[in-house]
């Protein structure tokens, strides 16, 4: 004859785990998705200014065709101690003495950063505050936002290319 089945306390039950713990990690998993989307910052990847309307939104693509049309390409190099230097070329010379930068943070809006680069001697001079050691979107643009360039800088880069973001 066989022995009967001995009882066992019910957390020693392995299905009763599959039962608790599979609904457990998936509302602690939706918990830090929650967490992760309030700590990001902004929703949008990129901060450019668009118009909305109905269900379709429109960026203003002008300063970007300006810079295409006049021919703008430039690059930004970083030193080790966070300076930066611009050097624009194109067909027409900006005279501009002073350019705004934006550095725009690939994953949380907190860390993007707005720099003003000043002219010296022909090419744009400005400092890096923060740690090059992200990656990030560039936006450079005069003060009257006239004509737009864009790039991107990767991580633990000296030197970025920039240009216009849509050709005519």
Do not use: C, F, K
Not at 9 to 38: C, K, Y
Not at 60 to 83: K, M, S
Not at 104 to 130: F, K, P
Not at 146 to 163: E, F, K, N, V, Y
């Amino acid at each position: 004859m066989s022995d009967p089945p001995v009882a066992r306390a019910v957390w020693r039950e392995p299905m009763l785990w599959l039962v608790v713990a599979l609904p457990a990690l998936g509302v602690l998993a939706g918990v830090l998705i929650v967490v992760a989307a309030l700590r990001s910052g902004g929703a949008d990847a990129l901060s450019t200014e668009v118009r909305r309307t109905g269900q379709i939104q429109q960026e203003n693509l002008a300063p970007d065709l300006a810079a295409a049309r006049a021919g703008l390409v430039g690059e930004l190099h970083i030193d080790a101690a966070g300076g930066l230097r611009l050097d624009l070329t194109g067909g027409a010379p900006v005279n501009d003495e002073t350019l705004q930068l934006r550095l725009i943070h690939t994953s949380e809006a907190r860390h993007d950063r707005d720099i003003v680069l000043r002219r010296e001697d022909g090419q744009w001079r400005g400092r890096l505050e923060t740690s090059a050691d992200s990656s990030w979107t560039l936006r450079l643009q005069p003060a009257d936002g006239r004509w737009r360039l864009g790039g991107r800088l990767t991580a633990g880069a000296a030197a970025a290319p920039l240009q216009a973001l849509w050709q005519p």
